[in-house]
């Protein structure tokens, strides 16, 4: 049966306009709006009452809506996107990046040192220098080691990260107040890097096991800071054009973000994932206090199986090629508690983020997710994997075959790819943030930044899914070209795919009617410029909520932070 595509047209747009309520609040017209909807044609206006979208359609389909209160925008021309959502991010960490040391453009030695200096001539002694985002692979390779610092820094101990956090710089200062000597033995699941001559330590401090030796010395910061940081990374995001975040985030942090929402002070979405280790709490937690609401919810958590390909930990099935005495490391190094801990979480209907990089790891943590499934019965459950960064054709299909969700950060796949060579064979790097491949799989892309690892900016995401160039410029015509993008399925990657992940499709994702008023307006058609052109894309407004929550004061729009 074939039925006019003017009829369909003209059932839908009626009932767009029926099920809206009388009035709006506020109405956008003349957009060129995408509503993320599967073979919808571009919407010209957008109604909205209250939380929520009344109308998507033409000007016309607004009209009636209007009262003499109703809140005209128009947005001559402008492209509008569903609110961009990030699967992947350390928020706080971020925040408390925003306000700390950046090394992100350092790129020497020198510069390394330098920005040491010159933070402790601002302090007490005594005080710590904190941060991160330094890369090693800026300058060569070689990794800081204590005494580069520790003439400028004898008072000050400093403790800063390396951009994939899989790392840490301590001076002497940091490692004394640590208790950390050439005797400390290796943490298990962590290293603790040691001079060849003399077994000293380095300074550099490998997984979350050896970097706790540090983190549990560091003078933490108060309740207020946190709110206070927590409220610049929700600005740092809104600018972005980012209206929801998968958060990847401690217990402490889930704590705080219940205070701040429930104090009505939330401008945009956590979907929080706690740290794994408090399963056992968190399920007590939500038999007592539910999952959350549409601001804030708390119905996963974050799992690690392995570390990273930067610091040679993530976990492969071969050894590295720079390092052929290793094949990385199992960071959930009690592989009988981490499976335990899946058991139980998964059967009180705990969401699982669990983050896998090396094809080993992927492979590990799928074959889990089946055990799990199987044993604890018939639900939709939508797994994801953290950066399924490398994967094996055996893993590429099982993700679309077993309906596991890649939560992948395409602004890795530009970074990394300057220097990932090194580490793995060809055959390995063909399955390389294999975002193309993984669907054609079938599998549901989701997309991330991981900040602060990487920059937030989905702008930056979009334009490294499509162009796939490296950001040296070493990889003209973009990094194994065969697994870019189109603009559309990048788009759905940020939004009704991320919904989906979250169990959130009846009211994120897209823009229709009945769903939460989340949007973004940006400077450019991202269909209509060329790919290269896309990372100059402003963002003009971002509404979460109904509600303005950023907007720009330049009429290009705030274009992209690269660091
Ligand atoms: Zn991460």
Not at 112 to 135: M, T
Not at 458 to 484: C, F, M
Not at 525 to 550: A, M, Q, Y
Request: proline share 4%.
């Amino acid at each position: 049966m074939s039925v006019p595509k003017k009829l369909i047209l003209t059932i839908s747009v009626f009932f767009m306009v029926s099920c809206a309520r009388n009035r709006a609040d506020t109405v956008y017209i003349n957009g060129s709006i995408w509503t993320g909807v599967e073979s919808a044609s571009r919407a010209q206006a957008i109604a909205v009452t209250g939380e929520y979208l009344v109308a998507v359609g033409s000007n016309e389909n607004v009209e009636h809506l209007k009262d003499s209160n109703t809140k005209i925008v128009d947005l001559q021309g402008r492209f509008v996107v569903p609110g961009l959502m990030d699967a992947h991010t350390h928020f706080m960490d971020g925040g408390f990046q925003l306000v700390r040391l950046n090394f992100r453009e350092v790129d020497s030695p020198e510069d390394f040192v330098y920005k040491i200096d010159s933070a402790a001539q601002k302090l007490e002694p005594g005080q710590w220098i904190l941060g991160g985002n330094w890369d090693h692979e800026k300058w060569g390779g070689e990794l800081p080691h204590h005494s580069w610092v520790d003439n400028v820094s004898k008072e000050y101990p400093v403790f800063v990260h390396r951009v994939d956090m899989h790392m840490a710089f301590a001076n002497s200062k940091a490692m004394q107040l640590a208790g950390i000597t050439g005797d400390t033995p290796d943490p298990l699941g962590g290293v603790i890097d040691r001079d060849h001559m003399n077994g000293n330590p380095t300074g550099i401090l490998r997984e979350a096991e050896a970097k706790e030796l540090v983190q549990r010395v560091v003078t933490p910061p108060t309740e207020e800071e946190r709110k206070r940081v927590l409220q610049k990374a929700m600005d740092y995001a809104l600018m972005c054009g980012i209206t929801q975040v998968h958060d990847m985030c401690s217990w402490e942090d889930l704590l705080t973000y219940r205070k701040v929402e429930a104090a009505g002070e939330f401008r945009m979405r956590i979907y929080a994932a706690p740290w794994w280790t408090n399963w056992k709490k968190q399920i007590d937690y939500i038999a007592e206090y539910g999952t959350g609401n549409r601001w804030l919810q708390w119905p996963a958590l974050k799992g690690m199986m392995d570390g990273s390909l930067g610091s040679r930990t993530a976990w492969m099935h071969d050894p590295y090629k720079d390092d052929p005495n290793t094949r990385g490391v199992i960071v959930a190094s009690d592989t009988v508690l981490f499976k335990t801990m899946m058991q139980e979480a998964d059967a009180a209907g705990i969401r699982f983020a669990i983050h896998a990089i090396g094809t080993r790891a992927n492979e590990w943590i799928l074959d889990q997710y089946r055990a799990v499934a199987k044993m604890n019965g018939g639900r939709e459950r939508r797994f994801k994997v953290e950066h399924a960064q490398h994967l094996r054709n055996s893993e590429i299909v099982r993700f679309g075959r077993e309906g596991v969700i890649p939560s992948v950060q395409p602004f890795h796949a530009i970074d990394d790819s300057r220097w990932a060579y090194k580490r793995v064979e060809e055959d390995v790097l063909g399955g390389t943030y294999a975002f193309k491949s993984l669907l054609n799989s079938n599998a549901k892309v989701v997309f991330g930044s991981d900040w602060t690892v990487a920059p937030m900016s989905p702008i930056l995401g979009i334009y490294a899914a499509v162009t796939r160039e490296t950001i040296d410029g070493s990889q003209p015509g973009g990094w194994h070209p065969n697994e870019k993008m189109t603009v559309d399925e990048a788009l759905l990657a940020y939004t009704a795919s991320v919904a989906y992940a979250g169990f959130q499709e009846d009211v994120l994702g897209t823009l229709e009617v009945g769903k939460l008023a989340d949007f973004v307006v940006l400077s450019h058609d991202l269909f209509k410029i060329e790919p290269e052109e896309i990372k100059n894309t402003g963002v003009l407004r971002t509404v979460v909520g109904g509600k303005t929550r950023f907007l720009s004061a330049d009429s290009g729009g705030k274009k992209p932070i690269w660091y």
